[in-house]
């Protein structure tokens, strides 16, 4: 990966509807240019997907948090896989410190939010955890 894929690859993060006309015209390169080193990353497997970023206004109700969490041993990766499949889940970090992995938590209900911790706590593989909810996102 060279500086030009970082450029496209930045100006997809910032918004992943620009069209390949714009990026190059911004960066001064080819369109054909751009459009080959998007397909590149694509199959290359560093580009895996586009998403839609959706404001916290649009759902003023759902409980957001994160999840601090221990785990025993060499479990992590079982964790991880675990922690995948709930739809609860909106994204895991790994982490160094006192903690091992990050979760994002999202929920609809605080009756929602009790029942996805504490079928994640009873995970055997999970040795401890913080939860702190998240009450304002500031956008930088």
């Given amino acids: 990966m060279d500086d ?4 496209i690859l930045a100006k997809l993060r910032k918004d ?5 006309s714009a990026i190059a015209n911004e960066l001064k390169v080819a369109r054909a240019t751009v459009q ?3 397909t590149r990353l694509e199959n290359s497997g560093t580009i895996t997907g586009y998403t ?3 404001s916290p206004e649009s759902s003023p109700n ?8 221990a785990t025993e041993g060499n479990t992590a990766k079982a964790v991880v896989r675990r922690l995948s499949g709930s739809p609860h889940v909106a994204a895991i970090h790994s982490t160094n410190g006192k903690w091992d992995l990050i979760a994002e938590i999202q929920a ?3 009756a929602e939010f009790d029942a996805a911790i504490n079928e994640i706590r009873e995970m055997k593989e ?3 955890s913080e939860t702190n909810l ?6 930088l």
């Fill in 36 to 38: 080959h080193r998007i």
């Fill in 126 to 128: 999970i040795t401890g």
């Fill in 16 to 20: 992943a509807r620009t069209s390949v």
């Fill in 52 to 54: 839609v970023k959706v």
């Fill in 108 to 110: 609809e209900s605080l």
């Fill in 4 to 7: 030009l894929d970082r450029a």
């Fill in 62 to 69: 759902l409980i957001r948090a994160v999840m601090s969490i």
């Fill in 134 to 139: 998240l009450l304002s996102t500031y956008s």
